[in-house]
């Protein structure tokens, strides 16, 4: 068994160069690293920007999939990031419906059962699939047996589960019917295993993985996860963008994400991962893990390479 060493903490300037001398790819987890819901993360514009100027490339990987990608490009121009295009950002509402060309062979106009919100919609109205359910609002009323949406239609050939706020009991009573339709015949994918995410305030909110958790427990159905951690995922990433691995790195605020995403992949050629201590991981979490790897599934996977407060740190270190 190989014993993994420690993280670096990024706290100086060596170290700050060094570490993005080292790598010519950046892939950044949004949620905690680059916002918090809809406020930015304070300085991370200005460490984008440098990396602009040092003609460093990038994209963005979040397990979220309320947004399209279209969305994302949206809320990045808000905020003030520029050149933000929609082959810059992968969301999982993007993964899930490549899941559904790429793995289980269904083709563009194809009936899909959502439960999620809108970008898993617009993103299988883009690839040519007819969503059910998702935001359709017969699915915001009080449960009743006899109500028409609880009727399958045969037609629907997969259901993609992913985060929600609209999470009410219609809801998962009709993606219930499906999931068990022909003897659980119907692809289930999931969109991400998150179980909470960092919102604004210091709050942490129930994440997608703990919709689609719940599902996979009431149907007793297992489900594709198309996002971080997904080694498909990744390559697929990798590839699009021509990014070698080994000068690639991981920047992400969740250990058994973002962080396994990196190390799993062998990004950096075992060293790609970088924890950013201003999302849903705290510093006594990271010294947890590292004392008792053994305690969490897979523990030594989770243990990030180099470690730094917040994105904004590296440049206030150059
Ligand atoms: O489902 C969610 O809500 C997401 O899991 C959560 O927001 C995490 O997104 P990420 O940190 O990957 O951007
Ligand atoms: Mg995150």
New binding site residues.
């Given amino acids: 068994m190989t014993i993994k060493a420690a993280p670096v903490r990024i706290n100086s300037r060596e170290s700050a160069e060094a570490l993005i001398d080292r790598y010519d790819n950046f892939l950044f987890?949004?949620?905690?690293?680059i916002w918090l819901d809809e406020k930015a993360i304070p300085g991370v514009l200005r460490t984008i920007e440098y990396l602009n100027a040092k003609g460093k490339k990038y994209v963005f990987v979040?397990?979220n999939s309320s947004k399209s990608r279209q969305d994302y490009v949206s809320k990045f121009a808000k905020m003030g990031f520029k050149g933000i295009t929609k082959d810059k950002v992968y969301p999982t509402c993007y993964a899930a419906v490549a899941a559904l060309k790429d793995n289980y062979k269904i083709e563009p106009g194809a009936k899909v059962w959502v439960l999620g919100d809108s970008g898993i919609e617009q993103e299988l109205i883009e690839e040519g699939y007819i969503p059910l359910g998702g935001t359709d609002e017969r699915l915001n009323v009080a449960f009743n047996p006899n109500d028409e949406i609880l009727k399958v239609d045969p037609e629907v050939k997969a259901v993609i589960v992913g985060s929600t706020k609209e999470f009410n009991y219609t809801r998962i009573a009709s993606t219930l019917q499906y999931l068990l339709y022909n003897n659980k015949s119907i692809p289930f994918i999931g969109a991400n295993i998150?179980r909470t995410?960092?919102g604004p305030e210091g709050l942490i909110l129930p994440a997608g993985g703990s919709v689609v958790n719940y599902m996979h427990y009431t149907s007793s159905r297992e489900f594709l996860n198309v996002g971080k951690p997904s080694t498909v995922f990744l390559d697929s990433i990798l590839s699009h963008n021509g990014f070698d691995r080994s000068k690639t790195l991981m920047v992400?605020?969740?250990l058994y994400?973002?962080i396994k995403f990196g190390n799993d992949g062998l990004l950096g050629d075992g060293s790609g991962s970088l924890l950013v201590l201003s999302?849903?991981t705290k510093l006594p979490d990271l010294n947890h893990l590292i004392q008792n790897p053994h305690s969490f599934e897979d523990g030594e996977s989770l243990i990030p390479s180099f470690f730094i407060e917040s994105l904004a740190t590296l440049t206030e270190w150059l």
């Fill in positions: 987890d949004c949620d905690g690293v979040t397990n998150d995410y960092p992400g605020d969740t994400t973002d999302g849903g």
